[in-house]
């Protein structure tokens, strides 16, 4: 999936970073607290000992579930859950509801929405595993068929051409670790129930909130919509107080205070809310800090937008 902020390419040098400055990663109990795709996630839990990752969407905790502790070769379920008919896909977001939304084709959301019924009333005979493995790859095919730029703020007026391709289920690969936890809460309100040994936080930079930027995927992941409204068919999403300048600072500093760890590493790049200078001046006074830094592309969200790179940085900090 094209995720905003994903560190798949990344992984190399924070994986090297936290080895270099808190050791090897052998013993080491690792929290990804905002993991979205699970990049971080995968890449260090073939190394360490117990793994905790987290996300506060819904459809991501269920694909971090998938990829990091789910299961493999499930395709021929797919043939059992395939189906087309009327429902809340068909209704808000493509052509043939009311507000003629063009998120999908009539024939792909029509897919999506029969194949959601199906994989729902297979739910009470199949294992837990199973169904979020299956509504994951119902995820995965969607957005390869979407009518966006690249996220779901809003769709392109004209169907372009993945958009007019028909929806194929895949099977989404799988870590199969065993000694992981995934949790799909708010990353204060975890940090009250857990502890370990490095904190990883990889927190949105900018206002662009998460929920609203998939929120079609989410109202997939959930089975329904609520209400939605206007030209984009947004429900009600969840609004992270990273996102919002007024409550950045407070955020970061309350997380560290909250953090029962040892070690925390923070991902941000030059482009956020907060400058280098800022998150020095907050972490500081918590421990010893470093910050070490490294160059990656730029998502493009539109065909328009400048190419570019950005400076990512780590700030690392060992709690006193
Ligand atoms: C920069 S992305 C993480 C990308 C991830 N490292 C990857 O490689 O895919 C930030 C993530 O933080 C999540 N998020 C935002 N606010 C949150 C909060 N308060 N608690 C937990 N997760 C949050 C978003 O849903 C998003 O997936």
């Known amino acids: 999936m094209n995720y905003i902020g994903s560190k798949q390419s990344l992984t190399p040098f924070i994986i090297q970073s936290l080895q270099n400055s808190f050791g090897s990663l052998k013993k080491m109990r690792f929290c990804d607290l905002f993991a979205g795709t699970g990049a971080v996630s995968c890449a260090v839990g073939f190394t360490c000992k117990e793994l905790v990752a987290n996300d506060v969407e819904y459809f991501s905790a269920l694909w971090l579930h998938q990829r990091l502790c789910g299961i493999e070769n499930y395709k021929d379920w797919f043939e059992k859950i395939d189906g087309s008919k009327f429902g809340f896909v068909s209704e808000h977001f493509s052509t043939l509801g009311a507000m003629k939304r063009c998120y999908f084709s009539a024939q792909n959301a029509l897919k999506i929405d029969g194949i959601r019924s199906n994989i729902e009333k297979l739910k009470p005979k199949i294992s837990p595993k199973l169904y979020k493995a299956l509504l994951v790859s119902l995820i995965d095919g969607a957005d390869r068929v979407a009518n966006v730029a690249s996220v779901y703020g809003s769709y392109l007026k004209n169907f372009k051409f993945t958009a007019t391709q028909k929806l194929r289920l895949k099977e989404c690969p799988s870590c199969q670790f065993t000694h992981t936890k995934v949790f799909n809460k708010e990353g204060l309100k975890l940090l009250k129930e857990i502890e370990g040994d490095i904190l990883y936080l990889d927190?949105?930079?900018?206002?662009?909130?998460?929920?609203?930027?998939?929120?079609v995927l989410n109202a997939i992941a959930r089975g329904?919509?609520?209400?939605?409204?206007?030209?984009?068919?947004?429900?009600?999403?969840?609004?992270?107080?990273?996102?919002?300048?007024?409550?950045?600072?407070?955020?970061?500093?309350?997380?560290?205070?909250?953090a029962n760890f040892r070690y925390v590493a923070l991902s941000y790049n030059s482009e956020g809310l907060l400058s280098p200078k800022d998150i020095q001046k907050l972490l500081e006074p918590f421990g010893h800090y470093d910050r070490l830094q490294t160059t990656h592309p730029r998502l493009r969200t539109q065909k328009k937008s400048p190419k570019k790179e950005v400076l990512e940085y780590l700030h690392l900090l060992e709690l006193t």
């Open 203 to 215: 927190p949105p930079y900018n206002h662009r909130q998460y929920g609203l930027n998939y929120h």
């Open 224 to 258: 329904y919509v609520n209400a939605p409204k206007g030209k984009s068919g947004l429900d009600g999403y969840y609004r992270s107080r990273w996102c919002q300048r007024q409550h950045v600072k407070k955020e970061l500093v309350d997380t560290v205070k909250m």
